[in-house]
């Protein structure tokens, strides 16, 4: 079954509003946790890495003050997407790894969530 | 530095035929080679890993791949394809002494199994 659950799935919204989207592990705990941009037919862009109880770390031109991430539990990781405009219209899937950030592990990955901008 | 590449963007095959989705990578060290399948609107789904040991790794739903280090490749197939293999693959690669360091994944490549 799913081990991460990302909510809500589809937001559509008008310009200016912001938006939040919950990434939560299920079964257990993740201290990191990775927030992805995919436009249509591409690949994952890395957006930022979220530590528990850290200040998350973002990619190179990802405005953090932008889209705003909290990791406050070990269970629940949010992006906010502060003042949305047209072109923040994307699908965002978060990640994490069972075992933290052992790197022989896959990471498991949400459902995604479909963000439209009016 | 690590990089991916899924040398086919599409990729169609008739039901019932092997197929072949194409990966190779570079990376220093070693490498930990993954397979995801995403279905429209939905997260990635683990298919299969590379860690160590045998170069022919079985996953899920029959799909199969073989780490071949003097190509640096990660070829997924499998014997038979399925409609509903249909989807889009992504291959990504990790360097073993890379901990704590995300994955990086290939541009994808969208499978097409035709009835």
């Known amino acids: 079954g799913a081990v991460v659950s990302q909510h809500p799935s589809w937001v559509i919204c008008k310009s200016g509003t912001s938006v939040k989207i919950e990434c939560r592990s299920l079964d257990f705990q993740a201290t990191t946790m990775f927030w992805y941009r995919q436009f249509p037919k591409q690949s994952l862009m890395l957006m930022a890495t979220s530590n528990e109880g850290s200040k998350a770390t973002y990619e190179q031109g990802v405005e953090k003050d932008k889209f705003l991430i909290n990791h406050a539990s070990l269970t629940l990781s949010t992006l906010t997407v502060t003042s949305a405009h047209p072109e923040d219209s994307s699908f965002y899937i978060c990640?994490?790894?069972?075992?933290?950030?052992?790197?022989?592990?896959?990471?498991?990955f949400g459902d995604g969530t479909r963000l439209s901008i009016l | 530095a690590q990089s991916v590449a899924q040398p086919e963007d599409q990729v169609n095959v008739a039901e019932g035929n092997p197929l072949t989705v194409k990966c190779t990578y570079s990376v220093s060290g070693n490498p930990y080679l993954f397979w995801y399948v995403q279905y429209p609107n939905r997260g990635l789904q683990f298919l299969l890993k590379y860690i160590t040991g045998d170069n022919l790794v079985k996953g899920s739903y029959g799909f199969e791949a073989e780490f071949n280090k003097s190509q640096t490749s990660f070829h997924l197939k499998k014997p038979s394809a399925l409609v509903s293999d249909s989807a889009l693959y992504f291959c990504a690669v990790r360097a073993s002494d890379n901990y704590g360091q995300n994955f990086v994944f290939g541009p994808g490549t969208r499978l097409s199994v035709l009835p």
């Open positions: 990640s994490t790894t069972r075992t933290g950030i052992s790197s022989n592990q896959p990471q498991h």
